[in-house]
């Protein structure tokens, strides 16, 4: 088992984002066939496919290292609530765990720290584990606000049902999501020590455990850096997640 700080062992998730067409499976029995290979020291591997792919994606992974994941859920587990997917659904449909609160949600749907909060909540109602989405815009970076967004977005999407087992924060500056950007070293451990002290003060020996994860323009290139890390448990990816290749690369430079 991979194992960086803490005794954490990493997860690489791809988040596919409105991507993917049933064709695009291809790429992820090519991510899926592939583990076998990398050995004992790989880290987890999980793809969060579009939900209309959430159940041939999961169907085809079982029995495999290829865990599945959500990219969003609603808080209520059922009802009127139209074109929206509980947590149990998602898990019905062979999901492990469900992205909440990534910044394109925030921004998109309006969704304020306390609805991601009663998403994570559903999720671990459900039994799923939540990959709680946090980071600042350019303009609150450029502020130097940026621990104070990231700790005000920590305090209030997190809910009291966390634990080590059942959350991951991802730490995704807006600016550096599909940009081709990213933070420098120092800056990311900044931030991840920060989130990590955060976690410890809140749930302890719990908060020391649980995976913090860098999202934001990680590709083939830039991800040993990134990765090796103090406090960076592993790699939120999206554009690099869509292909093979790609993503299979991002993953090595763990195993
Ligand atoms: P990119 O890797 O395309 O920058 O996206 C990151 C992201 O938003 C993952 O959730």
């Not at 803490?6 to 583990?35: F, H, S, Y």
């Not at 070293?185 to 002290?197: M, S």
Request: one cysteine or more; proline letters at 5%; aromatic letters at 2%.
């Amino acid at each position: 088992m991979a194992e960086n700080s803490n005794g954490i062992r990493p997860l690489v998730a791809g988040n596919w984002k409105m991507n993917g067409l049933a064709a695009a499976l291809t790429e992820a029995a090519a991510v899926r066939d592939a583990l076998p290979s990398l050995g004992t020291g790989a880290p987890e591997v999980m793809i969060c496919p579009p939900a209309t792919l959430l159940s041939q994606l999961a169907s085809t992974s079982r029995g495999s290292a290829l865990a599945v994941g959500a990219q969003d859920c609603h808080p209520s587990a059922s009802g009127a609530h139209t074109g929206d997917i509980s947590a149990e659904m998602a898990k019905d449909a062979g999901a492990s765990a469900v992205i909440v609160g990534h910044s394109e949600r925030r921004a998109d749907h309006g969704e304020l720290d306390r609805i991601v909060q009663a998403k994570a909540s559903a999720a671990h109602r459900a039994g799923l584990s939540a990959i709680i989405c946090i980071g600042e815009t350019n303009g609150e970076r450029v502020a130097g606000l940026t621990l104070t967004v990231v700790e005000r977005q920590l305090r209030g999407s997190i809910p009291g049902t966390a634990d080590k087992t059942n959350t991951v924060i991802a730490y995704e500056p807006i600016w550096a999501i599909g940009t081709g950007l990213t933070p420098s070293p120092n800056d990311v451990a900044e931030v991840h020590a920060a989130i990590r002290k955060n976690l410890e003060d809140r749930f302890g020996a719990d908060g020391l455990s649980m995976r913090i994860l860098y999202g934001g323009s990680v590709k083939p290139s830039n991800a040993r850096e990134l990765l090796s890390l103090p406090n960076v448990n592993g790699a939120l990816v999206g554009g690099a997640s869509l292909k093979a290749e790609d993503f299979l690369a991002i993953i090595r430079a763990y195993a």
